[in-house]
T-cell receptor, first 114, second 116 residues
């Protein structure tokens, strides 16, 4: 089945630790996105990538890093510089970066601080 | 800057009642796209509908209908004869067209609880 797979479903981070959230899609989509969702809030864009080896910062990129070495993969690293990382993280993809294309989402990763 | 407002934080209805979720948006662009997503308790966002700014026709899909009115910058979502499976958080989102406009701006969501 085609879709977006995020792993792990739950992740715990210790102080000073970097953690990486995985996002893989087999939809052959060019564009991929990372969002952060806090309780009672809408989604906020962290990073997006229109094409392999290219990515751009969203509204809240500080403390996060990404890579896009393969079309199907867009991992997000939450670094120790991100002081408030506890949140629900959603990865999305779309056929292209054009505004008309709807974004399709994975099941999310819930990150908590130990 | 663009903005989406979903004024209703939480709504509770009894099963089989109709319910309308409000969405008001702000944008300076003349070309833009509006979206509705459903987020069930499991967490994933499910795409429901896309509307472009040039098409003000209302749309119906089964028990779901959408009312887009540019004059009031609103894109409201109605569920007819609600069911328990409709319980979820619903998000309205806006995306401007044009170069460099990659951001989907989300409202804060409306949590709908359908009581059996």
């Amino acid at each position: 089945d085609g879709g977006i797979t995020q792993s792990p479903k739950y992740l715990f981070r210790k102080e000073g630790q970097n953690v990486t959230l995985s996002c893989e899609q087999n939809l052959n989509h060019d564009a991929m996105y990372w969002y952060r969702q806090d309780p009672g809030q809408g989604l906020r864009l962290i990073y997006y990538s229109q094409i392999v080896n290219d990515f751009q910062k969203g509204d809240i990129a500080e403390g996060y890093s990404v890579s896009r070495e393969k079309k199907e993969s867009f991992p997000l690293t939450v670094t120790s510089a991100q002081k408030n990382p506890t949140a629900f993280y959603l990865c999305a993809s779309s056929i292209s970066g054009q505004a008309v294309q709807p974004q399709h989402f994975g099941d999310g990763t819930r990150l908590s601080i130990l | 800057a663009q903005k989406v407002t979903q004024a209703q934080t939480e709504i509770s209805v009894v099963e089989k009642e109709d319910v309308t979720l409000d969405c008001v948006y702000e944008t300076r662009d003349t070309t833009y796209y509006l979206f509705w997503y459903k987020q069930p308790p499991s967490g994933e966002l499910v795409f429901l509908i896309r509307r472009n700014s040039f098409d003000e026709q209302n749309e119906i899909s089964g028990r779901y209908s959408w009312n887009f009115q540019k004059s009031t910058s609103s894109f409201n979502f109605t569920i007819t004869a609600s069911q328990v499976v409709d319980s979820a958080v619903y998000f309205c989102a806006l995306r401007q067209s044009g170069a460099g406009s990659y951001q989907l701006t989300f409202g804060k969501g409306t949590k709908l609880s359908v009581i059996p």
